[in-house]
């Protein structure tokens, strides 16, 4: 089993930043990907990153960036220029060797002036 924790959500003006935090314990070595995710209300989740490509979506490229510490096993989510329609519960997502997925309990990040 893998757990996951997120951290460094919260309320945050237009243009502002954050950086998000996703510690991970447990079968920490059979770990094979993780990400982040986000959905909004009324919304799907949706994919944001992950650390193995260190692609981000289209819709977050440029403001934003993954990752990690090894030693602390930790994933990170360095939010830039955040704007309302960030507005959203990120999710930590850790993919094992084994094919199980595994979620963080989601952070809240609110974009609002």
């Known amino acids: 089993q893998v757990q996951l924790v997120e951290s460094g959500g919260g309320l945050v003006q237009p243009g502002g930043s954050l950086r998000l935090s996703c510690s991970a314990s447990g079968s920490i070595f059979s770990i094979q990907s993780m990400g982040w995710y986000r959905q909004a209300p009324g919304k799907e989740r949706e994919w944001v990153g992950d650390?193995?490509?260190?692609e981000v979506s289209i819709h977050v490229k440029g403001r934003f960036t993954i990752s990690r510490d090894n030693a602390k096993y930790t994933l990170y989510l360095q939010m830039n220029s955040l704007k309302p329609e960030d507005t959203a519960a990120y999710y930590c997502?850790?993919?094992?060797?084994?094919?199980?997925?595994?979620w963080g309990q989601g952070t809240q990040v609110t974009v609002s002036s």
């Open positions: 997502r850790a993919l094992l060797d084994s094919g199980v997925i595994y």
């Open positions: 650390i193995t490509s260190g």
